[in-house]
């Protein structure tokens, strides 16, 4: 049990913090989205399944095949590794019409399908601590600084296996 919760922990900071900043950059990029946002918490919970779909904070992770396989009728030799890429699953147009477009009002059923937590038996267990984490945090954020806007440029998380902002500077007016 201590194990799990040290993982949680661990594992879980990172991840939830790109989470947190790539919602509010893409919600301060078209301010439209932020102030609907603000006026609605209720578009909070479909809004941050879109940012996980739309900039998953891990973009994939390596797995070594068992067997001789093949992906799309290319051969993939037995202990190859392979990058599971959510990234481009989340941008699959047959999955996500329009799936290069950031859209809070996305259907619901549609994003319950983004791979940015993984899938089946490599789902990650903290997502639910994530989305709760995200959703009081946006909220917060929604509630004390309604009018906050971006103020310069942002700075990526280098760029390997996560996806966030090292640096996301706003104006709290």
């Not at 102030?35 to 070594?64: C, K, M, Q, Y």
Request: with cysteine; proline share 7%.
């Amino acid at each position: 049990m201590e194990s799990m919760v040290l993982q949680l922990l661990v594992a879980g900071h990172e991840t939830t913090t790109s989470l947190i900043t790539n919602f509010m950059w893409r919600m301060l990029e078209d301010t439209s989205r932020w102030d609907r946002i603000v006026a609605d918490h209720s578009l909070i919970p479909n809004a941050i399944e879109e940012s996980l779909r739309f900039d998953p904070p891990v973009l994939g992770l390596f797995r070594t095949n068992v067997e001789e396989t093949s992906i799309r009728d290319v051969p993939v030799p037995a202990k190859s590794k392979v990058m599971a890429l959510y990234a481009s699953a989340n941008r699959d147009p047959e999955a996500f019409p329009n799936p290069d477009h950031f859209d809070i009002d996305r259907d619901e059923m549609q994003l319950k399908r983004h791979y940015s937590f993984g899938w089946g038996i490599h789902h990650c267990l903290g997502a639910p601590l994530a989305r709760q984490t995200a959703r009081i945090a946006i909220e917060t954020l929604a509630s004390r600084f309604p009018t906050m806007r971006a103020n310069g440029a942002t700075e990526r998380l280098a760029p390997e296996i996560l996806w966030g902002r090292r640096k996301l500077p706003v104006r709290l007016r």
